[in-house]
Protein backbone atom coordinates (compact mmCIF):
# COMPACT_ATOMS: atom_id res chain seq x y z
CA UNK A 1 0.00 0.00 0.00
CA UNK A 2 1.59 3.49 -0.78
CA UNK A 3 1.81 6.28 1.19
CA UNK A 4 -1.36 8.12 -0.92
CA UNK A 5 -3.12 5.51 0.12
CA UNK A 6 -2.67 5.08 3.92
CA UNK A 7 -3.17 8.41 4.30
CA UNK A 8 -6.76 8.43 2.66
CA UNK A 9 -7.78 4.87 4.41
CA UNK A 10 -6.48 7.09 7.35
CA UNK A 11 -8.40 10.41 6.85
CA UNK A 12 -11.59 7.68 5.90
CA UNK A 13 -11.27 6.27 9.56
CA UNK A 14 -10.96 9.15 11.52
CA UNK A 15 -14.26 11.44 9.79
CA UNK A 16 -15.95 7.76 10.27
CA UNK A 17 -14.67 7.51 14.25
CA UNK A 18 -15.28 11.50 14.55
CA UNK A 19 -19.01 10.61 13.01
CA UNK A 20 -19.46 7.89 15.87
CA UNK A 21 -18.37 9.56 18.63
CA UNK A 22 -20.48 12.90 17.55
CA UNK A 23 -23.59 10.29 17.13
CA UNK A 24 -23.70 9.05 20.34
CA UNK A 25 -24.68 13.35 21.62
CA UNK A 26 -27.69 12.33 19.37
CA UNK A 27 -28.60 8.86 20.00
CA UNK A 28 -30.99 9.64 22.84
CA UNK A 29 -34.73 8.93 23.84
CA UNK A 30 -37.05 11.01 21.85
CA UNK A 31 -34.71 12.21 18.85
CA UNK A 32 -35.71 11.29 15.62
CA UNK A 33 -34.05 8.56 13.47
CA UNK A 34 -34.13 10.88 10.51
CA UNK A 35 -32.48 14.08 12.17
CA UNK A 36 -29.75 11.42 13.38
CA UNK A 37 -28.91 10.44 10.23
CA UNK A 38 -28.82 13.76 8.39
CA UNK A 39 -26.97 15.51 11.12
CA UNK A 40 -24.33 12.32 10.90
CA UNK A 41 -23.83 11.98 6.92
CA UNK A 42 -24.15 16.33 6.77
CA UNK A 43 -21.12 16.24 9.43
CA UNK A 44 -18.91 13.48 7.28
CA UNK A 45 -19.38 15.63 3.94
CA UNK A 46 -18.44 18.66 5.63
CA UNK A 47 -14.95 17.02 7.45
CA UNK A 48 -14.14 15.93 3.80
CA UNK A 49 -15.15 13.12 3.00
CA UNK A 50 -17.46 11.07 1.09
CA UNK A 51 -20.76 8.82 2.88
CA UNK A 52 -19.47 5.48 1.84
CA UNK A 53 -22.87 4.19 2.60
CA UNK A 54 -26.67 5.65 3.93
CA UNK A 55 -25.98 5.44 7.74
CA UNK A 56 -27.73 2.59 9.25
CA UNK A 57 -29.90 2.72 12.29
CA UNK A 58 -31.16 -0.59 13.28
CA UNK A 59 -33.28 -0.77 16.10
CA UNK A 60 -33.79 -4.05 18.65
CA UNK A 61 -34.00 -7.08 16.55
CA UNK A 62 -32.56 -5.39 13.33
CA UNK A 63 -29.94 -6.58 12.89
CA UNK A 64 -28.82 -4.33 9.77
CA UNK A 65 -30.05 -1.93 6.58
CA UNK A 66 -32.02 0.59 8.27
CA UNK A 67 -31.51 3.62 7.37
CA UNK A 68 -34.64 6.42 7.81
CA UNK A 69 -36.48 7.59 4.61
CA UNK A 70 -37.59 10.62 3.44
CA UNK A 71 -41.30 10.81 5.46
CA UNK A 72 -39.68 8.40 8.57
CA UNK A 73 -41.65 8.87 11.67
CA UNK A 74 -39.14 6.58 13.96
CA UNK A 75 -38.16 8.18 17.51
CA UNK A 76 -35.80 6.37 19.70
CA UNK A 77 -37.54 4.77 23.03
CA UNK A 78 -35.60 4.74 26.53
CA UNK A 79 -36.45 0.55 25.81
CA UNK A 80 -34.47 0.76 22.39
CA UNK A 81 -31.12 -0.68 21.68
CA UNK A 82 -29.88 1.06 18.59
CA UNK A 83 -27.59 0.03 16.29
CA UNK A 84 -25.32 2.73 14.06
CA UNK A 85 -22.99 1.50 11.34
CA UNK A 86 -21.19 4.48 9.56
CA UNK A 87 -18.98 4.14 6.32
CA UNK A 88 -17.02 7.24 5.26
CA UNK A 89 -15.02 7.34 1.84
CA UNK A 90 -11.67 9.12 0.70
CA UNK A 91 -11.09 8.72 -2.80
CA UNK A 92 -13.27 5.17 -2.43
CA UNK A 93 -10.86 4.36 0.58
CA UNK A 94 -13.14 2.99 3.41
CA UNK A 95 -13.59 3.05 6.70
CA UNK A 96 -16.82 1.47 8.20
CA UNK A 97 -17.41 1.47 11.88
CA UNK A 98 -20.58 0.53 14.39
CA UNK A 99 -21.49 0.76 17.71
CA UNK A 100 -24.75 -0.01 19.76
CA UNK A 101 -26.05 2.46 21.99
CA UNK A 102 -28.39 1.52 24.86
CA UNK A 103 -30.63 3.20 27.99
CA UNK A 104 -31.65 0.24 29.98
CA UNK A 105 -28.79 -1.67 32.04
CA UNK A 106 -30.36 -5.31 30.90
CA UNK A 107 -28.48 -5.16 27.59
CA UNK A 108 -25.27 -4.11 29.36
CA UNK A 109 -24.24 -7.60 28.62
CA UNK A 110 -25.30 -8.00 25.01
CA UNK A 111 -23.62 -5.07 24.08
CA UNK A 112 -20.26 -6.35 25.84
CA UNK A 113 -20.34 -9.67 23.79
CA UNK A 114 -20.40 -8.04 20.84
CA UNK A 115 -17.91 -5.30 22.12
CA UNK A 116 -15.53 -7.62 23.33
CA UNK A 117 -15.39 -9.88 20.63
CA UNK A 118 -14.31 -7.22 18.38
CA UNK A 119 -11.64 -6.40 20.95
CA UNK A 120 -10.64 -10.05 20.88
CA UNK A 121 -10.46 -9.86 16.85
CA UNK A 122 -8.77 -6.45 16.12
CA UNK A 123 -5.72 -8.42 18.53
CA UNK A 124 -5.41 -10.79 15.75
CA UNK A 125 -5.20 -8.88 12.99
CA UNK A 126 -1.58 -9.60 11.95
CA UNK A 127 0.38 -11.10 9.03
CA UNK A 128 -0.10 -14.60 8.77
CA UNK A 129 -2.79 -15.27 11.32
CA UNK A 130 -5.42 -17.81 9.41
CA UNK A 131 -9.13 -16.19 9.21
CA UNK A 132 -10.44 -18.89 11.03
CA UNK A 133 -9.17 -18.18 14.61
CA UNK A 134 -10.91 -14.39 14.12
CA UNK A 135 -13.60 -15.84 13.55
CA UNK A 136 -13.38 -18.70 16.37
CA UNK A 137 -12.60 -16.28 18.84
CA UNK A 138 -15.40 -13.77 17.78
CA UNK A 139 -17.45 -16.82 18.61
CA UNK A 140 -16.00 -17.96 21.60
CA UNK A 141 -16.04 -14.44 23.50
CA UNK A 142 -20.28 -14.01 22.52
CA UNK A 143 -20.90 -17.53 24.17
CA UNK A 144 -18.41 -17.28 27.46
CA UNK A 145 -21.30 -14.27 28.08
CA UNK A 146 -23.97 -16.48 27.12
CA UNK A 147 -25.18 -14.95 23.61
CA UNK A 148 -24.93 -16.15 20.15
CA UNK A 149 -23.09 -14.97 17.45
CA UNK A 150 -25.28 -13.88 14.24
CA UNK A 151 -24.27 -16.89 12.04
CA UNK A 152 -25.18 -15.75 8.82
CA UNK A 153 -23.83 -11.76 8.97
CA UNK A 154 -20.10 -10.99 8.81
CA UNK A 155 -17.73 -9.06 8.57
CA UNK A 156 -15.73 -8.08 5.10
CA UNK A 157 -12.39 -7.14 3.15
CA UNK A 158 -12.90 -3.33 2.14
CA UNK A 159 -11.22 -2.12 -1.49
CA UNK A 160 -10.89 0.56 -3.33
CA UNK A 161 -15.23 1.46 -4.02
CA UNK A 162 -15.70 -1.88 -2.90
CA UNK A 163 -17.30 -2.25 0.37
CA UNK A 164 -17.62 -6.05 0.63
CA UNK A 165 -14.51 -7.43 -0.83
CA UNK A 166 -12.99 -10.65 0.23
CA UNK A 167 -12.85 -12.37 2.41
CA UNK A 168 -15.61 -12.76 4.24
CA UNK A 169 -15.20 -13.21 7.86
CA UNK A 170 -17.91 -15.65 9.47
CA UNK A 171 -18.73 -14.77 13.36
CA UNK A 172 -18.53 -18.44 13.85
CA UNK A 173 -16.19 -20.44 13.67
CA UNK A 174 -15.08 -22.60 10.26
CA UNK A 175 -12.65 -24.68 9.11
CA UNK A 176 -10.72 -23.30 5.95
CA UNK A 177 -6.75 -22.28 5.96
CA UNK A 178 -7.47 -18.59 4.54
CA UNK A 179 -4.90 -16.66 6.01
CA UNK A 180 -4.66 -12.89 5.97
CA UNK A 181 -1.67 -10.91 4.84
CA UNK A 182 0.37 -7.68 5.62
CA UNK A 183 -1.99 -4.35 4.58
CA UNK A 184 -5.17 -6.29 3.95
CA UNK A 185 -8.46 -3.84 5.24
CA UNK A 186 -10.52 -5.57 6.93
CA UNK A 187 -14.18 -4.39 8.75
CA UNK A 188 -14.98 -7.01 11.45
CA UNK A 189 -18.20 -6.36 12.84
CA UNK A 190 -19.49 -9.04 15.37
CA UNK A 191 -22.96 -9.42 16.10
CA UNK A 192 -24.76 -11.33 18.87
CA UNK A 193 -28.00 -12.01 19.87
CA UNK A 194 -30.37 -13.19 22.87
CA UNK A 195 -32.06 -15.39 19.53
CA UNK A 196 -32.03 -17.40 16.86
CA UNK A 197 -28.74 -16.50 16.01
CA UNK A 198 -29.63 -15.76 12.70
CA UNK A 199 -30.87 -12.99 10.61
CA UNK A 200 -33.57 -13.31 7.56
CA UNK A 201 -33.89 -10.59 4.92
CA UNK A 202 -37.80 -8.39 5.53
CA UNK A 203 -39.65 -7.03 2.77
CA UNK A 204 -38.80 -3.79 3.82
CA UNK A 205 -35.85 -2.47 1.58
CA UNK A 206 -34.30 1.59 1.98
CA UNK A 207 -30.66 1.12 0.23
CA UNK A 208 -29.48 0.31 -3.16
CA UNK A 209 -26.52 -0.31 -5.10
CA UNK A 210 -26.11 0.02 -9.08
CA UNK A 211 -24.97 -3.03 -10.45
CA UNK A 212 -26.24 -2.81 -14.30
CA UNK A 213 -26.20 -0.54 -17.32
CA UNK A 214 -29.73 -1.39 -19.45
CA UNK A 215 -32.08 1.32 -21.39
CA UNK A 216 -34.95 2.57 -19.66
CA UNK A 217 -37.64 4.31 -20.44
CA UNK A 218 -39.16 6.42 -17.65
CA UNK A 219 -37.80 9.70 -16.78
CA UNK A 220 -37.76 8.99 -13.27
CA UNK A 221 -35.79 6.02 -13.63
CA UNK A 222 -33.70 7.11 -15.75
CA UNK A 223 -33.12 10.10 -12.85
CA UNK A 224 -32.28 7.53 -10.28
CA UNK A 225 -30.35 5.92 -12.40
CA UNK A 226 -28.16 8.97 -13.08
CA UNK A 227 -28.05 9.92 -9.60
CA UNK A 228 -26.86 6.51 -8.65
CA UNK A 229 -23.95 6.65 -11.03
CA UNK A 230 -22.52 9.46 -8.66
CA UNK A 231 -21.41 6.49 -5.94
CA UNK A 232 -18.89 4.67 -7.46
CA UNK A 233 -20.59 1.59 -6.95
CA UNK A 234 -21.11 2.10 -3.36
CA UNK A 235 -24.64 1.80 -1.89
CA UNK A 236 -26.97 4.65 -1.54
CA UNK A 237 -30.49 5.45 0.44
CA UNK A 238 -33.38 6.10 -1.09
CA UNK A 239 -33.64 9.13 1.06
CA UNK A 240 -31.21 11.12 -1.16
CA UNK A 241 -32.95 9.76 -4.13
CA UNK A 242 -33.91 13.88 -6.08
CA UNK A 243 -37.78 13.20 -6.89
CA UNK A 244 -40.18 14.90 -4.89
CA UNK A 245 -42.48 12.20 -4.21
CA UNK A 246 -41.89 8.81 -2.12
CA UNK A 247 -44.34 6.85 -4.79
CA UNK A 248 -42.66 8.61 -7.97
CA UNK A 249 -39.21 7.28 -6.15
CA UNK A 250 -40.55 3.68 -5.23
CA UNK A 251 -41.83 2.83 -8.83
CA UNK A 252 -38.90 3.97 -10.27
CA UNK A 253 -36.62 1.89 -8.15
CA UNK A 254 -39.57 -1.32 -8.68
CA UNK A 255 -38.59 -0.55 -12.45
CA UNK A 256 -34.93 -0.48 -11.85
CA UNK A 257 -34.82 -3.79 -9.29
CA UNK A 258 -36.87 -6.14 -12.03
CA UNK A 259 -34.52 -5.36 -14.71
CA UNK A 260 -31.85 -6.03 -12.71
CA UNK A 261 -30.21 -2.53 -12.86
CA UNK A 262 -30.28 -2.10 -9.07
CA UNK A 263 -29.47 -4.49 -5.95
CA UNK A 264 -30.68 -3.68 -3.02
CA UNK A 265 -29.95 -4.52 0.48
CA UNK A 266 -33.37 -5.60 2.36
CA UNK A 267 -33.85 -4.89 6.09
CA UNK A 268 -32.23 -7.81 8.48
CA UNK A 269 -33.88 -8.82 11.22
CA UNK A 270 -33.46 -11.27 13.87
CA UNK A 271 -35.29 -15.15 12.92
CA UNK A 272 -36.15 -15.37 16.00
CA UNK A 273 -37.22 -12.08 17.40
CA UNK A 274 -33.99 -11.55 19.60
CA UNK A 275 -32.26 -8.34 20.22
CA UNK A 276 -29.29 -7.53 18.29
CA UNK A 277 -25.69 -5.79 19.28
CA UNK A 278 -23.05 -4.74 17.00
CA UNK A 279 -19.85 -3.65 17.13
CA UNK A 280 -17.56 -2.91 14.13
CA UNK A 281 -13.76 -1.57 13.54
CA UNK A 282 -11.44 -1.17 10.61
CA UNK A 283 -8.42 -2.72 10.50
CA UNK A 284 -4.88 -2.41 8.44
CA UNK A 285 -3.21 -5.85 9.13
CA UNK A 286 -0.07 -5.59 10.57
CA UNK A 287 2.52 -7.06 13.10
CA UNK A 288 0.80 -3.71 14.67
CA UNK A 289 -2.64 -3.89 13.51
CA UNK A 290 -3.80 -0.16 11.93
CA UNK A 291 -7.27 0.36 13.55
CA UNK A 292 -8.38 3.21 11.61
CA UNK A 293 -11.77 3.93 12.82
CA UNK A 294 -10.70 3.84 16.54
CO1 LIG B 1 -19.14 -3.36 7.64
Redesign the pocket.
Known amino acids: MNDKVLESYIKAGKIASDARNRSRDLVKPGKSLLEIAENIENFIRDSGGAVAFPINISLNNIGAHYTPVKDEILIIKDTDIVKI?I?VHVDGYIG?T?YTGFFDERYRELCDASRLALEAALELCRPGVKLSKISLVIEDTIKSLGFKPVSNLT??GLERYN?HAEPQIPNVKFSGEYVIKEDQVL?L?PFATDGMGMIKESDQVMIFMLIGKKPVRNSDARTVINFAKRFGGLPFSERWIPLDSRIKIRFALRELREKGILYDYPVLKEAGGGMISQF?HTVIVRDEPIITTL
Open positions: DGDAGHLAEE
